[in-house]
């Protein structure tokens, strides 16, 4: 009895003893959730645009929104509750069927660095990078990555790079690829001569002093598995970044303008005009260059 009393008499002491405990708190954000918001522009001449083809497209998440007007007179129109914190792209048809479409080169994961550039900046590592000169992205980069794609070895035989968006030590890519020799799943689609034909957006590093792609992050935009004559007569698209929106954490971008090219002036550097050649030679725009 005397022992039982001693440990419990024991055991409120060192109760007591204890300080307080402290509630856990979670730090603050380092900033607060992206505001929805508008893009608007203008696209001209407005009678070529096929009003029902008109989007704005995520690239990141897939999602799509249809413009909350447009005015088939002026080509202004306006997309609205857009989700901030990334860019949109706009794509549609014009009556001739020809596709044009925005293209986001921003870097993969883009906006969790600059939310990662914001925390150090809280608490107080920003004045280390400063000190630290950016890097430059450079010609003799451009070479090395047009001599990775070149060299690529896989199912898809022909590449080509249509942008390249430099930035200093990572680079983003739009790549047209294309299966054009015969395989044994085109003797059962149709016969020889089928073609597959993918646009997609790689991501490259320069790791080491080298180039590397980063695996399981490219993104497809586009699929096609037909013949040649097939592909050159319901394939016509084009790229262009003029019609990419970025909508930053406020819900604001900057006004799109846009003129649709003529039918005689096609591009096929910034995609894949209607029947074009097999495998146009043409050399990638480049952006983001260094001096």
Known sequence: MWRRATISAWLIAAALSCPAAVPLQDDPPVASGPKAGVIVGRITPAELVRADTLRAVSRVSGAKFSPASFDAKTGEFRFANIPGGGAWD??????DGRD????????????LDRLAQLRRKSLGLSGR??????AQFLAQDVR???????????FLDTRRVLYIQGQGQRATLLVELMRTRDFHKSRQAGGPGQVVWRVELWY??????????LANVE???RRRRCSLAELQRSVAIE?????SA???????????????PDIKKTDPTRGRPAKAKLTPKTKPHILGLGK
């Open 90 to 95: 706009i794509c549609f048809t014009t009556i």
């Open 246 to 260: 970025s909508l930053n954490d406020a819900g604001q971008a900057k006004p799109i303008r846009f003129t649709i």
């Open 219 to 221: 993104k497809l935009l």
């Open 144 to 154: 090395a990555i047009e001599k990775f794609v070149r060299d690529w070895q896989d």
């Open 204 to 213: 490259m590093q320069k790791q080491g002093g080298g180039w590397a792609r």
């Open 100 to 111: 044009y479409e925005g293209i986001d080169l921003e870097f993969v994961g883009a906006r």
């Open 129 to 134: 990078d400063a000190k630290k000169p950016p």
């Open 239 to 243: 790229y262009y970044p003029q019609l």
